[in-house]
């Protein structure tokens, strides 16, 4: 005689062959949520509190305002100035939709403007900066990207805020937009024009 429950089938559980899915679900829902939470121009930088890098970029040649050139990126140009600092370049498309908030916060006469030219050739900068104006009294050019490490920068374009002890004090990760320019920006500004004055 044989054994009925030895030639029984194995049994089957049917919920085994659906945890790999849920496990998929849970996870795919976390990344969800996870990307759904905070601002992603709000990247921290280790740079805040901490004096600009010393590096010294050249001018952009042909650039000129006033019938003067315009001088390139010297360190020492942040002492005593309250300042902002766009990195762009001419091939970054939201550089050009920026361009104009620029031109509008580089009429405050409390505030210098400084812009450093990123990975980009002399021609397309000056055609650039000809087309929507030219908001920078410096502009310094990072033709290899070294100066863009060492600034910490993520991608262009990217602002920083720098107080007049030559110390960064904010930086934004993304493009000036009408929706930050008053809220983020030139509140910002406000603050470091405020300290030290």
């Excluded at 990126?73 to 939201?94: I, M, R």
């Excluded at 021609?123 to 050019?141: E, K, M, S, T, W």
């Excluded at 290899?144 to 805020?161: K, L, S």
Aim: glycine share 12%; charged share 20%.
């Amino acid at each position: 005689m044989s054994d009925p429950a030895a030639s029984a089938p194995p049994r089957r559980r049917p919920w085994l062959m659906a945890l790999p899915l849920v496990g998929f679900v849970a996870l795919a829902a976390l990344f969800w949520f996870g990307l759904q939470q905070g601002d992603p121009s709000r990247i921290p930088s280790a740079l805040i509190g901490r004096p600009v890098p010393q590096t010294a970029l050249p001018a952009l040649q042909g650039l000129v305002a006033d019938g003067s050139p315009v001088p390139g990126l010297d360190p020492g140009a942040f002492k005593g100035k309250v300042s902002l600092v766009n990195v762009w370049a001419s091939w970054c498309v939201p550089c050009h939709e920026e361009a104009p908030l620029l031109i509008q916060l580089g009429q405050d006469k409390r505030l210098q403007l400084v812009g450093i030219n990123y990975k980009d050739t002399a021609d397309n900068a000056r055609r650039f900066l000809g087309r929507y104006g030219n908001p920078f009294g410096i502009v310094g050019v990072d033709s290899n990207g070294r100066a863009a490490i060492e600034w910490g920068i993520y991608g262009v374009p990217e602002t920083f805020i720098i107080g007049r002890d030559g110390k960064i004090l904010y930086k934004l990760v993304g493009p000036v937009t009408a929706e930050n320019i008053d809220t983020v920006v030139k509140a910002e500004i406000d603050k470091a024009l405020k300290t030290g004055s």
